[in-house]
């Protein structure tokens, strides 16, 4: 894990870029916020009072149900925590009472479907006056596959992948799954209704907007689209075709004919006790990462976290307001820190498997677009961890990093025509390896001008 060091007068641009992913990652820690919105949200004097079922899914949510299960042992001694947590393979977090299981990301598989299932059946089973507290975070689209009757997990796979194949971004893609699922779309929150519960869910957010609905396709979360939303999109990709197997579009064109139930609307909630609370969103991790480097000595811009679309084409608009600045800007003088966040995708070539991620892939462009402009530096890298095809978080460059480049004879173009962006900074020894964070609040950029 990268470590941030306070230390300002030692520090090189390497030492500074990863001491501000750093900052990013630790406001978005599960261990550090649990504590603070559990104890918000149930005061002293009222913590929850005999059975707590305890579900999630995401990156972060077995972290999420160990803090919480740490801060239940030590201040709700007399409540009895049991529940299920879906997380992706590697991502497990030590529980006593709360079960952990690992499935497929970001493409479903059978235990994914297993564990969903088990979540589901556990929330039948509540009680009213039981409270149920929903552990969300990025990647519990996925993890919650659990298709509705008529549809199976290899029909959910294959749509899955034809819409990453397509280069749709996640929100659209979230769409289409929520009207297939049985907990995503405010699902998991209907059960927990008709059953008389509590529903709390905490959520830890990687999408623009920072919207319930969006984050993890909202299982708790009253829904804003529709069948005939999922339908268009299908279309917009040339999917309705040959794209999805015949029971997803079945299944969307009986929903489109008002012949099986919409998701959660606000209309559902009139009545009910749930609430989503957002903990941890990248605007407040891309505020952290600017503190760090204002106290290293850069003014600092946030760009926004809400930045999507092609990483290249992102790429290209982050080197041109770099340009800028460093050329010609009266408004923003050096040195000076770039920091944005949002989540930009990669839509491959037929035949193309490419290596590498959209952080790397947004990098390496930009890399390219400002090789004349050698007091620029950048890291860019996912919040969980994990960069697209392998096992980086992300990469990042430096001025000397350029003279290794150009003595080894590394052409960026030809990376980038591969996009084979993990090849080129492995090359050079400048890839971000974390591991597992066991969080996730979307991409994070940066740029140093100095």
Not at 124 to 129: C, E, I, T
Not at 246 to 252: C, E, F, G, N
Not at 287 to 299: I, T
Request: glycine share 10%.
């Amino acid at each position: 894990m990268l470590s941030a060091n306070s230390n300002t007068k030692t520090k090189d641009s390497a030492q500074i870029l990863q001491g501000a992913f750093a900052s990013a990652l630790s406001v978005a820690d599960p261990k550090q916020i649990i504590p603070k919105y559990l104890k918000q949200i149930f005061p002293p004097g009222q913590e929850p009072q005999g059975r707590c079922l305890v579900v999630g899914a995401g990156k972060a949510s077995a972290a999420m149900a160990s803090a919480l299960e740490s801060y239940a042992d030590q201040f709700w001694p007399d409540t009895k925590i049991e529940g299920v947590v879906l997380t992706r393979y590697g991502h497990a977090s030590p529980t006593s009472h709360i079960k952990i299981i690992e499935a497929g990301h970001p493409v479903p598989d059978q235990a994914g479907m297993d564990g969903a299932k088990e979540i589901l059946s556990a929330v039948s089973n509540l009680k009213p006056n039981d409270i149920l507290i929903a552990l969300v975070s990025g990647g519990g689209s996925s993890l919650l596959t659990l298709p509705q009757a008529g549809i199976s997990i290899d029909d959910m796979r294959t749509t899955t992948e034809g819409l990453l194949r397509s280069g749709a971004p996640i929100e659209e893609m979230n769409v289409v799954r929520k009207h297939l699922s049985a907990i995503l779309g405010g699902n998991l929150a209907r059960m927990a209704i008709q059953q008389g519960a509590q529903v709390e869910a905490l959520l830890i957010s990687d999408v623009t907007g920072d919207h319930p609905a969006d984050i993890a396709s909202g299982p708790c979360a009253a829904d804003y689209s529709s069948y005939a939303d999922a339908i268009a999109i299908l279309k917009k990709y040339g999917l309705d075709q040959t794209g999805v197997p015949k029971s997803v579009l079945l299944h969307l064109q009986k929903g489109l004919a008002g012949e099986i139930p919409e998701t959660l609307k606000e209309a559902d909630l009139k009545s009910a006790r749930v609430r989503n609370h957002v903990i941890a969103t990248a605007h407040l991790s891309l505020e952290a990462a600017a503190s760090y480097c204002q106290l290293q000595g850069f003014k600092t811009i946030i760009l926004g976290d809400t930045i999507t679309g092609e990483a290249r084409d992102v790429a290209l608009v982050h080197a041109g307001i770099t340009r800028e600045i460093c050329l010609y800007s009266e408004w923003a003088k050096p040195p000076l820190a770039l920091i944005s966040g949002g989540e930009c995708t990669v839509t491959l070539p037929a035949g193309s498997k490419g290596r590498g991620g959209r952080c790397s892939e947004f990098l390496l462009t930009l890399f390219a677009a400002t090789k004349d402009l050698k007091q620029v530096s950048a890291l860019a890298a996912d919040t969980d961890g994990i960069d697209g095809s392998e096992k980086n978080a992300g990469a990042w460059f430096t001025a000397e990093l350029r003279e290794r480049a150009l003595k080894q004879g590394l052409r960026a173009g030809q990376f980038i025509d591969a996009h084979d962006s993990y090849g080129f900074f492995s090359e050079l020894n400048a890839l971000v390896h974390t591991g597992p964070t066991l969080t996730n609040v979307n991409d994070f950029r940066i740029i140093l001008i100095e």
